[in-house]
């Protein structure tokens, strides 16, 4: 069994700064790609940032510049920087990964989801 827990949401100004944490545990083998999704009321999931395990990324056009993801493999945890938040940034936002467990399944597993809000 593998599980990602999310950590870091909140309510910030705009302008502001947060950054997401989101650890994976459990039967591991390796963690391959990780990313982080995030979901506005009313809209689609839609894809924010990916980190492959040799460390290239890839963002949204509406957070580059502003987001920057991160990870460390030695601790199977994905981190996504966010700066210069805007409020249609509010949305929960979700970390994905790619995993290869101890009994050599692949999986794709979500997170529980942290909400962010950005407001004044």
């Known amino acids: 069994q593998v599980q990602l827990v999310e950590s870091g949401g909140g309510l910030v100004q705009p302008g502001g700064s947060l950054r997401l944490s989101c650890a994976a545990s459990?039967?591991?083998?390796?963690?391959?790609?990780m990313a982080w999704y995030r979901q506005a009321p009313g809209k689609q999931r839609e894809l924010v940032a990916t980190a492959t395990r040799g460390g290239s990324t890839n963002y949204a056009d509406s957070v580059k510049g502003r987001f920057t993801i991160s990870r460390d493999n030695v601790k199977n945890t994905v981190y996504l920087q966010m700066n210069s938040l805007k409020p249609e940034d509010t949305a929960v936002y979700y970390c994905k990964a790619a995993v290869v467990t101890i009994s050599n399944r692949y999986l794709e597993v979500w997170g529980q989801g942290t909400l962010v809000t950005v407001s004044s």
């Open positions: 459990g039967s591991i083998a390796s963690v391959n790609a």
